[in-house]
T-cell receptor, first 114, second 116 residues
Framework: GAVVSQHPSRVICKSGTSVKIECRSL??????MFWYRQFPKQSLMLMAT?????????EQGVEKDKFLINHASLTLSTLTVTSAHPEDSSFYIC??????????FGPGTRLTVL | AQSVTQLGSHVSVSEGALVLLRCNYS??????LFWYVQYPNQGLQLLLK??????LVKGINGFEAEFKKSETSFHLTKPSAHMSDAAEYFC??????????????FGKGTHLIIQP
């Protein structure tokens, strides 16, 4: 139980294009999902908290107009990186909040912007 | 604000030896603490968590951790290391910033190397 998927697992795009990443909780409903970013050989940094049916809450320093988050259902949150640039290249990981304050993580999406 | 510090970016042990990964926390409220493992190019898998119940927490794959308030520590141990334990390990604490669900603050991670 408590499986979270992400799609795609890898994406390569040209600078200036937009990329959408999906995060799904497969066997449970999650009113809250989180998006993290991980640079090579570094820890995860929280980008934003996604709540079903409401606006996402962004961490300080994260541009909300660049990283668009939509949590339209209890099992799906999407992160859209708009007008991506090479510095946006990173490993993006989502998590879904289950019972008892436990976050279940997706396998991550490797974004490379050329 | 809550934070965690992992001592040692790399830890190397021999197969069959004790594994000890250190984590100290700082929190103004009773903390909820977690250990996650990450294999290369994968997401994080929960090993165990402390949520103010028993101070000795047993997790998956033979790992356990003990919450010590007096030492503000939550070290991860395993009696006998396997080659398959080689991975990156993250200690994390729930951020408490008011109402609603909170994300996690992670330590910088410890890379566990198992020597044959």
């Amino acid at each position: 139980g408590a499986v979270v998927s992400q799609h795609p697992s890898r994406v390569i795009c040209k600078s200036g294009t937009s990329v959408k990443i999906e995060c799904r909780s497969l066997d449970f409903q999650a009113t809250t999902m989180f998006w993290y970013r991980q640079f090579p050989k570094q820890s995860l940094m929280l980008m934003a908290t996604s709540n079903e049916g409401s606006k996402a809450t962004y961490e300080q320093g994260v541009e909300k107009d660049k990283f668009l988050i939509n949590h339209a259902s209890l099992t799906l949150s999407t992160l859209t990186v708009t007008s991506a640039h090479p510095e946006d290249s990173s490993f993006y990981i989502c998590s879904a909040l289950g019972n008892t304050d436990t976050q279940y993580f997706g396998p991550g999406t490797r974004l490379t912007v050329l | 604000a809550q934070s965690v510090t992992q001592l040692g970016s790399h830890v190397s042990v021999s197969e069959g030896a004790l594994v000890l990964l250190r984590c100290n926390y700082s929190s103004s409220v009773p903390p909820y603490l977690f250990w996650y493992v990450q294999y290369p190019n994968q997401g994080l898998q929960l090993l165990l968590k402390y949520t103010s119940a028993a101070t000795l927490v047993k997790g998956i794959n033979g790992f356990e951790a003990e919450f010590k308030k007096s030492e503000t520590s939550f070290h991860l141990t395993k009696p006998s290391a396997h080659m398959s334990d080689a991975a990156e390990y993250f200690c994390a604490v729930i951020r408490k910033s008011g109402g609603g669900a909170d994300g996690l603050t992670f330590g910088k991670g410890t890379h566990l190397i198992i020597q044959p």
